[in-house]
């Protein structure tokens, strides 16, 4: 017995004595029934990596396209048993070769080339907006108007009389221009 229960005061000592003798045993008991608190078992398996669905949808893939590539090989091989042994060197190329939309493609082709031939003649049957005689004088008048602008008095009048013959855009004249200013 341990010296702390001693110490405690009883009514009984035989009664005691029994009951610590049974919370012993019951103790000792418990410790030979315990059982680990671990898990040794092995993790429960995930279902879904097992099925492994990605790789047999591909198989199922894979076996309808060799089914398919099988029937067409069928089809060629009952073709040649029906000549009886003909040579088959036709060239069917041609025959496969057409596109199902060529016609319609065709139709739609020449239908935009006329919508855009229709569209060049009005665009060159169409009377012009502008009328460069009226820019060409609005141009002289400006160039007066200019010529008396003008603090220092420069050969531009000489381009004001050679209009007539040149283009409006003639670089001396664009010089002369800038030195106006």
């Keep these: 017995m341990d010296r702390g229960r001693k110490a405690l005061p009883v009514q009984n000592k035989a ?4 009951y610590i003798k049974r919370c012993q045993e019951r103790h000792r008991q418990k410790l ?5 608190s671990i898990d040794n078992k092995p993790p429960r398996s995930a279902t879904h990596l097992k099925t492994k669905a990605k790789k047999n949808a591909l198989m199922e893939d894979r076996i309808d396209q060799i089914e398919t590539e099988n029937r067409i090989l069928l089809q060629k091989m009952t073709h ?3 000549r009886k042994g003909a040579i088959d060197n036709v060239n069917q190329s041609q ?3 057409h596109s199902l939309s ?3 493609r065709k139709r739609e082709l020449q ?5 855009n031939l229709q569209i060049l003649k009005r665009i060159q049957q169409a009377k012009p907006t502008y009328n ?3 820019w060409e004088e609005e141009a002289k ?4 108007i200019l010529a008396n602008i003008c603090e220092f008095k420069s050969n531009h009048t000489e381009h004001m009389d050679r209009r007539d013959n040149s283009s409006y855009f003639d670089d001396e004249f664009l010089m002369d221009y800038e030195d106006c200013y």
């Design 15 to 18: 009664c005691n004595q029994r």
């Design 32 to 36: 030979r029934d315990m059982k680990c």
């Design 80 to 82: 040649i048993m029906r």
């Design 95 to 97: 025959k496969y070769g």
């Design 102 to 104: 060529k016609e319609r």
């Design 111 to 115: 239908k935009i080339t006329n919508q």
């Design 132 to 134: 460069h005689k009226k």
């Design 141 to 144: 008048a400006n160039d007066r």
